[in-house]
């Protein structure tokens, strides 16, 4: 996911550990440093395989045992908002507060 620390290589979640996949002001800002094109699109969908390691470059993902694909529904959704109502030239002003509650303003 975005907050892997590897790309070509596993990264390791302990038992018993909080990791946090996803940091939603690093998304937004991301995102709206993308709709003024000043950089990529972020990433916000995280694939987790369960008791075997990933990525693995001799067994492609498709014959990992157990694979989940987590895709946070804010961002499914604000996605899906912008595609459908905001062109990409307009200025669009992201925020998140403490709370999680996040407002679209352009």
């Known amino acids: 996911g975005p907050m892997a620390q590897h790309i070509d290589q596993p990264n390791k979640l302990e038992r018993e550990k ?33 008791g075997e390691e990933y990525p693995d470059p001799i067994v492609p993902k498709t014959r990992k045992l157990i694979m989940a694909q987590v895709v946070p529904l804010f961002a499914v959704e604000l996605m899906r908002r912008l595609n459908l109502g905001q062109s990409q030239e307009k200025r669009l002003n992201l925020s998140s507060n403490s709370a999680g509650k996040m407002t679209l303003e352009g």
């Open 18 to 50: 909080t990791f946090k996949l996803l940091d939603i002001p690093t998304f937004l800002n991301a995102l709206q440093n993308n709709l003024q094109g000043k950089g990529q699109m972020p990433s916000y969908q995280i694939e987790l395989c369960f």
